[in-house]
Structures are given as structure tokens and as C-alpha cells.
């Protein structure tokens, strides 16, 4: 059984459902993370898990108890907010110890429960400073160290690392990842940062106003994405979604035509010939080489890699991933072509997988 | 840098204008009290003679005489009332201010609404049925009669301020307080009283210094010299000493003293509260 249950979970505000019913399996050690666009519900349905928003239908689940009417804490989580929200006038290590303080948790083992977390954080310098003397980087890892003082059954993390610099997020990625490994605990993650997701995660929620969209293991979400919006939610740069209309089909597979790219598809549910279907490839998975003809509107170069910005013949947009050495025509003429068996096949209407 | 200047005469023209107008504004100001002390170490004839002028003997026992005649007591109980104000003042004022910001409950912004409205009312309206009050309880004639009109009619504007000031406090260390188990009484005391410092010094100065010169209650709550307040007390003070000007120049001298001590020492936090308040 699930270590963490989160069974039709809803939240109202008035007449309007931030949340509207979210079923998540949580096994014990998971790290799960809670991914979406702005507004879809991932920070309230987090605030709900810890306490600091109360359930207005469901039931949250924790090692077999029911969580929703208990005290925050007393559920046995700790989290560490998107401000970190370090107390200003205490110091690092007064931080770390004001759950043990309020806990009454005897001096001694406070201070060994302190000394641990600060040892796994690196912390150990830093112990009398207050968090104005922090870095960001240093001010997270003490929001962390707060949460894992109190040892708890499972881990929120409320966007952590959006407030960090690029290299700084890396590091912390990583960081995190190691801590994961090392305290063996349950964690939920939630961010809009789809890196971070794939990254960290053992298993992704997807999440669009307020309902679950997809829910599995990052690469299962990557290479087999349930609808249209997890398609183009996740994978950076987005996967291309293009018009398309179905022109044969056998068994299990369909060709399709975009505007000139012809490709065929393996799919679970075979459309009609003459279907209006959206067909899903991501940049990486076309190749300059002999198929459709685009023209190219602009292009990025990063060295490695080169993004091209293009469009097809009937004006849909398209990006295609090169060789970093790729050398343009003079007219940004360019011809493009699949990669086999890596594209997607949608449903025009519902836009399900097919 | 000045050669960069397009009209640098001007510049300095106004740079002038602008000492000039704050130099006559500081004197304005400054000015009475610097008369008021050089006088207190005058004899009467000396101050008639020249008023403006430095004392020819500094009469340093003007103010042991001041002392002797009655004005210790007086600032005793102005110490008494005003700290009592001020403590009772800001206590209440910080658990209404933290409730008003952090907590939801029914009707709030109409009890809010309420209490800012208290600073509306004039305390002169309310002086015939609070003596009236005063009179059915006991306490007339006695501190309370001074310490609980003055803590009623300060709340509303220092509850004004700290709630102001609170609500720049982010709230994510309420919940973070809360994940760490506190309860509202512990976030309030080791969260949020801390934090509100600043703001504390600030209005508790502004509540002293109101409570330090308040006259109207002094005047018609209390009546034996016991509890007279320093306002009160050098007004009968005056009226006894109408021939010595030196001895009531150096009692005036001692009755603002303290306050004037107290503003200069907390100045710095006085400034910084203020304005911490007014953008938030």
C-alpha cells in the first residue's frame, strides 16, 4: 500500500475550485514532483498536504493515518518554502533549532540533530550567522537543515530553487538529488521548472487547472505523453504540435502528412484515413536530410546544438535541433525528416494520445 | 563636478535659500528652549534686565528649589503614568495588531474600522461622562483615572501603526512557525515581537511623549498633589511662584527634561519606525 495517499483531494475558495479532485499514490523514499503551469493548483494542493490549508473534499493519507483535521505539526512533514522564510533575528543555527526548541527537545540532542544537518549541508561555519550574512545558496541549504532537524516522514518542497541563479540551480539540483539518496525520505517537489522535474524525480504529476493531466516516471511522461498539454509541458524546447490529416493506415501504425512531412506513427488506437490529427515531434527527433521542405525564420546556435525556427509550407511553426556545425542555404530553405518511430499522435478533438 | 553644472551660480543660490529656510525653522524651533533653560539659572531681576542675555551668576540652586518645592513628586507620577500608558498601550495594541493581520475571523475589517474610528473621537467629548465613570468606580483622583483614558484614546493610532508595519512581515514565517509546531501565542512572541521592534520604539516614544504632555485628564481626573502630574503640577506651580521667574524657569526646565532626554536618545529608531511604517 501507498505510503502517502492523496485520495479526490479538492480546495475551494468560494465558488471557484483551485483544486478539483487529485488522486496521487506516494510510495515510501519516492521522490515525487508536482509540475504545471502557473495556476494549476500544485502550491495549494502542497499547502493542503502540509496543513496550511485546510481540505475542502478528500482525504490525505499518511503511514496508514488520516492527515486531514490534524495539526501541521503533527503530520510529520517539514517544508521548505519558495522565500525559505528563515526567522530574520535568529541565527542559522537558532533556525534549525526552533522546532526542537518548541518540541522540548532536551539540549544535547538538539544540538547533535543540529550539528548532523549542518554537517550534511556543509553548514558547520555558518552556524552563528543570521540569514542576512547568507548567501541565497547558504539561505536555502539552512531551509533545508530546518527540515531535516525535525526528521520527518516526508519532505514539501515549495519551488525552492526558483529564487537562485542559473549555476547556483544546478548545484542545488544536484544537491538535492544527494540528500534525497542520502536520507532515504520521502519527498514532494513542486516546481514549474520541467528540468527540474525530469532531474529529480522518480515520478512526475502533471498538472493543469486543478486536475491530474498525466501521472509516471519522467522518461515513461517523455516518450509516451498522455495528451497534447503534457506533450508540449514537457521536453525543452517544446515538441513541436502540428496540424495533420491521417492518409493510411495499417496495422498499429498510421501515416500522417503535415503540410508535406510525412511520417509514420505507431499508435494504440488507429484513426480513420482522412482524420484531422495533431502529430507531436520534438525538435531533437527531426534531422536536416532528404523529406518535407521548410523555411527557416531564424536560428539560435549554442554551440553543440543549433535551433532552427522555421515554418512549414502552409505556415505552421516548427523547431528543428541540428548539428551545431550546420551550415544554412543563403535562402533558409531547408529540408527536414523524422526520426523513426519517435513521433506522437494525438487526437484532433480531444487531444488524447492515440 | 560643479564645471558640469549648467548654471552653477544658481545651484549655489539655491543651496543657500534652502539653509537659510531650514536654519530659521530650527531656531523657531530650538529657540524657546534654549530661552527657557538660560533663564532657569536667573534671578527674577536678572531675567528682567536682560532677558536674552547669558546669565551674569549661574543660579544652579533655582533648580534644587524647583525640586524642593514639590516638582519631584510631580515627575514621579508623570514617570508612573507614562510608562504604565505606554506598557499597557503597546501590549494591547501588538495582540491587536497580530490578530487584524494574521489571523481570519468574522467581522474583521469592521472591528478594524472600529478601532481606527476611536481615533476620531476628541477626548474633550468624552471627559463629563468619563469623570462621571470615574466618580461611580473609585478611581478618580487616583493613576488608573490617568492611565486607562490615555491607553484608550492612544490604542487606536498605535494599533494603526504596528498593524501597518506588520503586515510587511512576510506571512510564510507564520507558516513556517507553524510547521515547526509553534502555536499563535509563540509565533507572536518569538516571530513577530521581535520583529516589530523597530516599530514598537516608534510608537511607544510617540505614546510617551503624548501621555508626557497630556493636560485635559491630568487636569480633571486627579486632584491631590500625590497624583498630579508634572503638566498640572507646574501650572500650580506658577500660580504659587508668580514673584520667582528663575525657580519656575528651572521647574519647567526640569518637567520636560525627561522627555526631551528620552526623544534625543531615540531618535534614530523614532525616524527609522516612522518611515518603515509609512511605506508598507
Known amino acids: 500500500m501507498a505510503y502517502m495517499q492523496i485520495k479526490g483531494i479538492a480546495k475551494r475558495y468560494g465558488t471557484y475550485e483551485a483544486v478539483r479532485g487529485i488522486d496521487i499514490d506516494i510510495a515510501e523514499r519516492e521522490f515525487v514532483v508536482i509540475v504545471g503551469p502557473s495556476g494549476c493548483g500544485k ?185 497534447t498539454f503534457v506533450a508540449g509541458f514537457i521536453g525543452s524546447p517544446k515538441m513541436n504540435l502540428l496540424k495533420a490529416r491521417v492518409t493510411a493506415t495499417v496495422a498499429g501504425q498510421a501515416r500522417v502528412d503535415a503540410a508535406g512531412l510525412v511520417c509514420d506513427v505507431a499508435v494504440d488506437h488507429l484513426p480513420v484515413i482522412g482524420a484531422e490529427v495533431t502529430l507531436g515531434i520534438r525538435p531533437e527527433h527531426l534531422a536536416a536530410g532528404p523529406g518535407a521542405p521548410v523555411q527557416v525564420q531564424a536560428s539560435e546556435r549554442l554551440g553543440g546544438v543549433t535551433y532552427a525556427y522555421a515554418r512549414l ?40 494520445r492515440l | 563636478m560643479a564645471a558640469a553644472r549648467p548654471f552653477p551660480a544658481l545651484a549655489v543660490l539655491n543651496r543657500i535659500l534652502l539653509w537659510a529656510v531650514f536654519l530659521t525653522l530650527a531656531v523657531i524651533c530650538v529657540y524657546p528652549m534654549v530661552w527657557l533653560f538660560l533663564n532657569a539659572f536667573k534671578t527674577t531681576n536678572d531675567m528682567f534686565a536682560a532677558t536674552w542675555g547669558l546669565p551674569k551668576v549661574w543660579h544652579w540652586e533655582n533648580f534644587s528649589t524647583a525640586w524642593n518645592y514639590g516638582i519631584s513628586r510631580y515627575l514621579l ?64 483622583n487616583t493613576y488608573f483615572a490617568l492611565i486607562l483614558p490615555n491607553v484608550a484614546f492612544g490604542l487606536p493610532f498605535t494599533t494603526f501603526l504596528i498593524r501597518a508595519y506588520m503586515t510587511g512581515i512576510p506571512g510564510e514565517l507564520r507558516e513556517a512557525a507553524l510547521m515547526d509546531g509553534a502555536g499563535e501565542a509563540r509565533i507572536f512572541r518569538e516571530v ?12 511607544g516614544l510617540i505614546s510617551a511623549m503624548r501621555v508626557w504632555n497630556e493636560f485635559i485628564f491630568a487636569l480633571t481626573f486627579v486632584e491631590s498633589e500625590s497624583v498630579k502630574t508634572v503638566t498640572i503640577g507646574v501650572m500650580s506651580f506658577a500660580v504659587a511662584l508668580r514673584a520667582d521667574w528663575g525657580v519656575l524657569m528651572a521647574g519647567l526646565a526640569l518637567s520636560i527634561l525627561p522627555i526631551l532626554a528620552t526623544f534625543l536618545v531615540m531618535q ?11 511605506v508598507k
Open chain 1, 43 to 227: 502550491s495549494t494542493l502542497l499547502r493542503m498536504i502540509a496543513g496550511l490549508e485546510s481540505i475542502s473534499r478528500g482525504d490525505l493519507v499518511i503511514d496508514g493515518q488520516r492527515m486531514n483535521d490534524v495539526r501541521p505539526a503533527d503530520r510529520g512533514i517539514a517544508m521548505v518554502f519558495q522565500s525559505y522564510a528563515l526567522y530574520p533575528h535568529k541565527t542559522v543555527e537558532q533556525n534549525m533549532g526552533f522546532a526542537l526548541k518548541v518540541a522540548k527537545t532536551p539540549k544535547d540532542e538538539a544540538a547533535r540533530k543540529i550539528a548532523r544537518a549542518a554537517e550534511i549541508l556543509q553548514l558547520g561555519p555558518l552556524l552563528k550567522r543570521l540569514p542576512k550574512e547568507l548567501s541565497g545558496g547558504q539561505r536555502q541549504r539552512v531551509a533545508i537543515g530546518r527540515a531535516i532537524v525535525r526528521n520527518p516522514k516526508v519532505f514539501l518542497f515549495d519551488e525552492p530553487l526558483s529564487n537562485l541563479d542559473a549555476s547556483l540551480r544546478l548545484q542545488m539540483r544536484i544537491e538535492l538529488a544527494q540528500l534525497h539518496r542520502e536520507l532515504q525520505a520521502t519527498m514532494v517537489y513542486v516546481t514549474h521548472d520541467q528540468i527540474e522535474a525530469m532531474t529529480l524525480a522518480d515520478k512526475i504529476v502533471v498538472l493543469r487547472d486543478g486536475l491530474v493531466e498525466q501521472i509516471g516516471a519522467p522518461l515513461e511522461i517523455y516518450r509516451r505523453p498522455a495528451n
Open chain 1, 313 to 352: 509550407p502552409d505556415g505552421q511553426s516548427l523547431t528543428v535541433q541540428l548539428d551545431g556545425e550546420h551550415d544554412f542555404a543563403a535562402d533558409g530553405g531547408l529540408t527536414v525528416q523524422p526520426q523513426p518511430g519517435r513521433a506522437h499522435l494525438f487526437s484532433g478533438d480531444s487531444g488524447l
Open chain 2, 77 to 140: 507620577n508623570s514617570l508612573v503614568v507614562t510608562t504604565a500608558t505606554v506598557v499597557v498601550e503597546l501590549s494591547l495594541a501588538t495582540m491587536a495588531a497580530y490578530a487584524l493581520v494574521v489571523l481570519n475571523f468574522r467581522a474583521k475589517a469592521a472591528i478594524y474600522t472600529l478601532i481606527l474610528g476611536g481615533a476620531i473621537l476628541p477626548p474633550e467629548v468624552s471627559l463629563i461622562p468619563l469623570f462621571r465613570v470615574m466618580a461611580e468606580t473609585g478611581l478618580y
Open chain 2, 192 to 203: 513577530y515581537l521581535p520583529l516589530c521592534r523597530p516599530i514598537l520604539a516608534s510608537a
Open chain 2, 268 to 278: 534614530r529608531q523614532f525616524v527609522g519606525g516612522l518611515t518603515s511604517g509609512a
